[in-house]
Nanobody
């Protein structure tokens, strides 16, 4: 079992950047694939990005590819989401999630979730 706590959300102007962090408890963080999801008001939760525990491979939603970068630091039990060139449509609550599986990242069963952090992009 792993517990997740997100941080780093906030208000930013369009074109700006934010870095989200997700700190995980537990000694087996390195054996979990990690992902970021988001949910905008009135919309379903969607996959944003993921990183596999097995080989470090990554996957991104088409809407964020080239703008967002997911990374992990197993020594710090932390996964990051660097978000650049933010758009108003990126406004959402962002959730960190963990899965013991490794592929395909966007279809894994994510059993552990954080509480979410709000990202608001203004025009």
């Amino acid at each position: 079992q792993v517990q997740l706590v997100e941080s780093g959300g906030g208000l930013v102007q369009a074109g700006g950047s934010l870095r989200l962090s997700c700190a995980a408890s537990g000694r087996t963080f390195s054996r979990y694939s990690m992902a970021w999801f988001r949910q905008a008001p009135g919309k379903e939760r969607e996959f944003v990005a993921g990183v596999s525990w097995s080989d470090g491979s990554t996957d991104y939603a088409d809407s964020v590819k080239g703008r967002f970068t997911i990374s992990r630091d197993n020594a710090k039990n932390t996964v990051y989401l660097q978000m650049n060139s933010l758009k108003t449509e990126d406004t959402a609550v962002y959730y960190c999630a963990a899965s013991p599986g490794w592929s395909p990242l966007r279809s894994l069963e994510y059993r552990n979730w954080g509480q979410g952090t709000q990202v608001t992009v203004s025009s």
